[in-house]
């Protein structure tokens, strides 16, 4: 029997504002535990809230980056609930007028597009963070009051791999919009699935299990994929799912369950007495609108059509926003766009992920790499060579010209220079001529490889083969 899985995603963004959603505190990660509170976010009585503009701008600019309809008329609401790291024992939310409903995200799973809808985005606020010790547990309000953007996919992610690239198109978004960090790490983004099975062609949805505890996109992708398992198994074996919230542990890869629905709380939601409702004009949310960066499904559609690059290409591209200017300040200053994008997805890639730092953090400027594939493209450089010059510029921040000259690294391209280096390589491997002079094709790249091993890499490899080859058919 085969199953369709159907799965939700409710997503909590933290909202990178300087200060709390209803106080003054700074909304600060890492700070002393405690140090960033105030009579507010401790809930003191008699205290009040004060919506954080910001908050509210942040919120407006995901809302109408997701396509939803932002709501003209919009109020918070109190869900109460007892827990030490809550300390007014209410958190605020809103409920039911929300600041945003209905709108849909695109993704791209094998090259298919896809929408997935959005039900509904709303503010609130976050809860403290409580850390368990042996014996006993402490709590840190800084995180309390923070303000918190939740987006509620539709059930219509389809498998582990779909969620997979909803989270990766939204945290695309976010980030674009510069309103969250979207650091699973550090909490800045979190996310809890709601996945459920359901024979094929069936309308109703099947009873879900909710997860949560998941850390990262892939632990989001790992649970769905363990949580679709397991209830298929329950299922086959004629058991019934239980609605129940369940852990995903990612050292046994497993989920556990915490808690049955059954005994969920009653929120007790009630509009906050504390809190005007907000109305936003139609120019208003325009204005926001108006406001709206370039997002990056847009950005690689331009790249495609306006720089001639493929998806593959444009996608990498476009990937951070950091990078995409950085491509596109280096083709403000060379049109070679094809050249560009290969010297940044292929080598600067490679440096800033082993050295784990963004590109923003590195000290290359766009005219430093555009001088670097000059140099190589007029044969001053080898690619090897450059690759390593590369990692210099960065080490150094210094531009490739002040490197060459004081390693002198020029290319070695003069014929003298290069017959000196051919026997050399041809007098200590007389096996492999021997077995490039019996047929064997592959033996003259490895001659090839010595001879640029044996310049350091300074030799122009393609006037090395041409060389050898000229040499070795002619002896
Ligand atoms: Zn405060």
């Not at 597009?113 to 402490?138: C, F, N, P, V, Y």
């Not at 923070?146 to 996919?153: A, D, H, M, Q, T």
């Not at 004629?238 to 995903?248: A, D, K, P």
């Not at 050292?251 to 504390?274: I, L």
Request: charged residues 25%; aromatic residues 8%; negative net charge.
């Amino acid at each position: 029997m085969e199953y369709e899985a159907v799965i939700g995603l409710e997503v909590h963004a933290q909202l990178k504002t300087r200060s709390k959603a209803f106080c003054g505190c700074m909304a600060e990660f890492g700070a002393p535990a405690n140090s960033l509170t105030c009579p507010v976010c401790l809930g003191f009585p008699g205290s009040l809230p004060v919506l954080n503009e910001k908050a509210l701008e942040y919120g407006l600019r995901a809302a109408l980056a997701l396509h939803c309809s932002v709501q003209s008329f919009s109020k918070f609401d109190r869900k109460n609930y007892f827990y030490p790291d809550l300390p007014k024992n209410y958190q605020i939310s809103q409920y039911d007028l929300p600041l945003a409903l209905g709108g849909f995200l695109e993704i791209e799973v094998s090259g298919a597009k896809k929408r997935i809808g959005i039900i509904r985005a709303h503010l609130e606020e976050d809860a403290g963070k409580l850390i368990h010790e042996e014996g006993h547990s402490l709590v840190d309000y800084n995180r309390a009051g923070v303000p918190l953007l939740e987006i509620v996919s539709a059930p219509e992610i389809y498998s582990p791999e779909q969620a997979y690239e909803y989270l990766a198109s939204l945290k695309a978004i976010l980030k674009y919009l510069e309103v969250c960090d979207c650091d699973m790490e550090k909490g800045s983004l979190r996310c809890d699935a709601n996945v459920s099975l359901r024979k094929p062609g069936a309308k109703e949805l099947g009873i879900k299990a909710e997860l949560k505890n998941m850390n990262s996109f892939k632990a989001v992708r790992d649970a769905l994929n363990y949580e679709l398992k397991r209830q298929k198994e329950v299922l086959e074996s004629g058991g019934s799912i239980r609605q129940e919230t369940r852990l995903w542990d990612e050292v046994s890869g497993k989920t556990q369950a915490m808690r049955s629905k059954e005994e969920a709380m009653d929120y007790r939601y009630f509009p906050e007495p504390d809190l005007p409702p907000f109305v936003l004009s139609d120019e208003e949310i325009e204005t926001i609108r108006e406001g709206l960066p370039e997002l990056p499904q847009a950005l690689k559609q331009r790249f495609i059509s306006q720089y001639e690059l493929n998806s593959y290409d444009a996608g990498i591209l476009t990937s951070e926003k950091a990078l995409a200017e950085f491509f596109e300040a280096c083709v403000g200053l060379y049109p070679r766009a094809k050249a560009i994008c290969n010297w940044i997805s292929g080598p600067l890639s490679y440096e800033f992920n082993s050295r784990n730092t963004r590109i923003e953090s590195l000290k290359l400027k766009p005219e430093m790499l555009v001088r670097l594939i000059k140099l190589v493209e007029q044969g001053v450089l080898s690619n090897l060579a450059a690759k390593a010059l590369l990692s210099e510029m960065l080490n150094s921040g210094r531009p490739a010209d002040e490197l060459i000259k004081e390693k002198d690294l020029t290319q070695v391209s003069d014929t003298k220079a290069l017959d000196e280096l051919l026997d050399k390589v041809i007098a200590d491997n007389p096996g492999s001529v021997m077995d490039y002079n019996s047929g064997k094709a592959n033996a003259l790249m490895f001659l090839v490889g010595q001879a640029m091993r044996l310049s350091k890499g300074k030799a122009n490899p393609k006037l090395v083969q041409e060389a050898l080859r000229r040499r070795l058919n002619n002896a």
